[in-house]
Nanobody
């Protein structure tokens, strides 16, 4: 059974940083890519970043490019999302997902096979 567990959310002031982590279990990492999405109240789930387990392929949403960075720690099946220069509009629930293979579809939430429960990020002074 595939399980994804996010952690690291919290409250941070504008301009601050946070690091989210997602630990994956029960999946063959060689078959999957991992992505982060976020969802604010009343809005659709938005693509944030994705990474391929078995290569250096990464992708970022336009609203976070240059501020957020995704990386992986294969030995512990962990994917991290470092978020710098946070803005109030980054406030949302952040979700980790797993999708088979890699391609433009990693930016589409409906492509994903598995999701974590989410972790809340609030950017406020």
């Amino acid at each position: 059974q595939v399980q994804l567990a996010e952690s690291g959310g919290g409250v941070v002031q504008p301009g601050g940083s946070l690091r989210l982590s997602c630990v994956a279990s029960g999946l063959d990492s060689s078959e999957y890519s991992m992505g982060w999405f976020r969802q604010a109240p009343g809005k659709e789930r938005e693509f944030v970043a994705a990474i391929k387990w078995t290569a250096d392929n990464t992708a970022y949403g336009s609203s976070v490019k240059g501020r957020f960075f995704i990386d992986k720690y294969g030995a512990k099946n962990t994917v991290n999302l470092r978020m710098d220069y946070l803005k109030p509009e980054d406030t949302a629930d952040y979700y980790c997902g797993a999708v088979r293979s890699w391609g433009p579809f990693v930016e589409t939430a409906s492509s994903y096979d598995h999701w974590g429960q989410g972790t809340q990020v609030t950017v406020s002074s």
